[in-house]
């Protein structure tokens, strides 16, 4: 019998739809990539987050809500499943300002944005001074004006919930193969064909999350593969103990004591490395944020590619001309884990994305036609 | 134990401090080879987590080499050549 669905793609995004896939009773193959194949997955500082997100689409900013108030229940799901705590915090965070103009900014957007819809009224934030601060950022240094806090906001261990997303893919029976790098899809009147190295695997039908991979992947089959690489470089400080400071997306002291410094937006191709200059000032904003850290030793540094569409929102889509296959790109795969694996997962199982998520196809970014 | 090879270069001595008490450990040493070279790796680092550490892979990757070098903790000693006069404290739990 051939398996209901093909997952292109074992990164955060295709895990969390094998995973939701897999709990509705589906079979499902997941043909992952190289260890050292592009993989924001394993990059990102592990922030679920929603302050910020959809300025340029308030549907983008209600799904990051959604998706995080659905977080908890995710989190122990798993855990419960799985035995690995992912720690997870729903504490809250701050986006930090380092000036009057910079804060005075954020909040006319965030004005904007969270009234542009009946369901955005709800998310609750405010601006706090650097002295409002103290208390869930102590140490806070002088040179940081303020920052928006939002109690939605919170954070995890990336690597730990791609664990354990693995780990109950294979208790549910998620066929995966790891190092098998599709080279193309081929549609057919029966379902799907992807071809690798390793041999072809056929299913019903086919779900790219294939990450940057989609450029050459999804044109074929109908689907947009606009998405381009935007690197971020994070910097991990030796162990400190525990400060209860709440996670910035500047930086965050993570479960083991070490603080991930990040936060930066650069075009480099599809270069993965790190930079001296980048470095430098990643870590000169970590000791204006906590001049504390001056002292802290780097353990480590890394580059990672973030997976970001024209507009920066995610892009769900079911291809039109092959009925069956879909395309799944986004950079925020951490926040919106749990929205994938429940209601995207479900979308996707009922043929009901165009109706339902229409919003997020590749078709908004075509010319519109005037007239 | 940890002993130099019969057939090793020869080498200029220095004097570094372990816990206050000063030892002579060829200059070409990095201070994690000093120190599992003076006093071997028991007792080299207790982990945060409870367990005991000592240096593994000697080139700067393992970070179970941890050890507290001029004051500054939490230094890779394998990476961090000795030099006249330095100090080092391994990071134990007090007992």
């Given at each position: 019998m051939p398996q209901d669905f093909l997952i292109i793609g074992g990164g955060v995004?295709?895990?969390?739809?094998?995973?939701?896939?897999?709990?509705?009773?589906?079979?499902?193959?997941?043909?992952?990539?190289?260890?050292?194949?592009l993989r924001a997955s394993r990059g990102n500082a592990g922030l679920v987050w929603v302050q910020g997100k959809g300025l340029a689409m308030p549907r983008y900013a209600e799904l990051s809500l959604h998706s995080s108030m659905a977080w908890p229940e995710f989190a122990e799901e798993l855990t419960k499943r799985t035995g690995i705590d992912l720690e997870y915090e729903h504490c809250g965070g701050v986006d930090l300002c380092f000036d009057a103009k910079e804060a005075q900014a954020r909040q006319t957007?965030?004005?904007?944005?969270?009234?542009?819809?009946?369901?955005?009224?709800?998310?609750?934030?405010?601006?706090?001074?650097?002295?409002?601060?103290?208390?869930?950022l102590p140490g806070l240094g002088e040179r940081v004006h303020g920052g928006t806090f939002s109690p939605h906001d919170g954070q995890c261990n990336p690597l730990y919930l791609l664990r354990a997303l693995y780990a109950a893919c294979l208790t549910l029976g998620v066929d995966y193969h790891p190092a098998t790098p599709v080279t193309g899809i081929e549609a057919?009147?029966?379902?799907?064909?992807?071809?690798?190295?390793?041999?072809?695997?056929?299913?019903?039908?086919?779900?790219?999350?294939?990450?940057?991979?989609?450029?050459?992947?999804?044109?074929?089959?109908?689907?947009?593969?606009?998405?381009?690489?935007?690197?971020?470089?994070?910097?991990v400080t030796e162990r400190f103990p525990p400060s209860g400071r709440l996670p910035t997306p500047q930086l965050r002291q993570t479960a083991s004591g070490g603080y991930l410094i990040g936060d930066v937006l650069e075009d480099a191709g599809y270069d993965?490395?790190?930079?001296?200059?980048?470095?430098?000032?990643?870590?000169?904003?970590?000791?204006?944020?906590?001049?504390?850290?001056?002292?802290?030793?780097?353990?480590?540094?890394?580059?990672?590619?973030?997976?970001?569409?024209?507009?920066?929102?995610?892009?769900?889509?079911?291809?039109?001309?092959?009925?069956?296959?879909?395309n799944l790109s986004c950079h925020s795969g951490i926040t919106l884990a749990a929205f994938h694996a429940r209601e995207l997962a479900e979308a996707i199982d009922t043929d009901r994305l165009a109706t339902i998520h229409g919003d997020f196809s590749g078709a908004r970014f075509d010319v519109q036609a005037t007239g | 134990m940890f002993k130099r090879l019969d057939n090793a270069a020869p080498a200029a001595m220095v004097t570094i401090w372990l816990e206050g008490q000063p030892h002579s450990v060829p200059a070409t040493l990095s201070a994690a080879a000093a120190v599992l070279w003076l006093v071997g790796a028991t007792g080299y680092r207790d982990h945060a987590a409870g367990g005991h550490r000592a240096p593994l892979c000697m080139m700067g990757v393992c970070h179970d080499c941890l050890i507290t070098i001029d004051g500054q903790p939490n230094r890779q000693g394998c990476l961090v050549p000795v030099a006249e006069g330095m100090r080092l404290e391994r990071q134990r739990r007090p007992a």
């Open positions: 995004v295709g895990m969390a739809v094998a995973y939701g896939l897999a709990r509705r009773g589906r079979s499902v193959t997941v043909l992952d990539g190289h260890d050292d194949s957007e965030y004005r904007a944005l969270y009234a542009a819809t009946p369901s955005l009224t709800a998310v609750r934030w405010e601006y706090l001074d650097r002295e409002a601060l103290r208390e869930q057919s009147t029966t379902g799907f064909t992807a071809h690798s190295p390793q041999g072809s695997f056929s299913a019903e039908r086919v779900i790219l999350a294939a990450g940057l991979g989609a450029r050459t992947l999804a044109p074929p089959l109908g689907l947009s593969g606009q998405v381009h690489p935007v690197r971020g470089q994070v910097l993965t490395g790190v930079t001296l200059e980048t470095i430098h000032r990643l870590g000169q904003r970590a000791v204006q944020i906590y001049p504390e850290l001056a002292q802290a030793r780097l353990v480590r540094s890394w580059g990672a590619l973030r997976v970001m569409t024209p507009d920066g929102s995610p892009l769900y889509e079911a291809s039109r001309s092959c009925p069956g296959a879909y | -």
